[in-house]
């Protein structure tokens, strides 16, 4: 399975580390960026957001987003 979806994420962000793990048991692939590196993905997650900078933020290949969603909500998203 390839990436459907961005995690934009901090690497202090414990709520992002508790994600990564539960998708990466659940075998789901994703691509992950670092908001604190990368300007321009921080404007994503702000447009995403309503202004704020809220991590995990996860933009799907059909533009949509979730925030700090469930594992869950991501298989749900996915399965649309």
Same mark, same amino acid.
């Given at each position: 399975m390839t990436a459907r979806f961005t995690m934009y994420s901090t690497p202090w962000c414990g709520y992002c580390h508790r994600l990564k793990s539960q998708l990466g048991r659940e075998g789901i692939e994703f691509d992950m960026v670092d908001i604190e590196q990368d300007p321009a993905a921080a404007d994503i997650v702000e447009r *995403?957001?309503?202004?704020?900078?809220? &991590?995990?933020? +996860? &933009?799907?290949?059909?533009?949509? *987003? +979730?925030?700090?969603?469930? &594992?869950?909500? &991501?298989?749900?998203? +996915?399965?649309?």
């Open positions: *995403a957001n309503n202004g704020n900078r809220t &991590v995990p933020t +996860l &933009v799907f290949a059909d533009g949509s *987003a +979730l925030t700090n969603p469930s &594992v869950a909500q &991501v298989k749900a998203q +996915l399965a649309r």
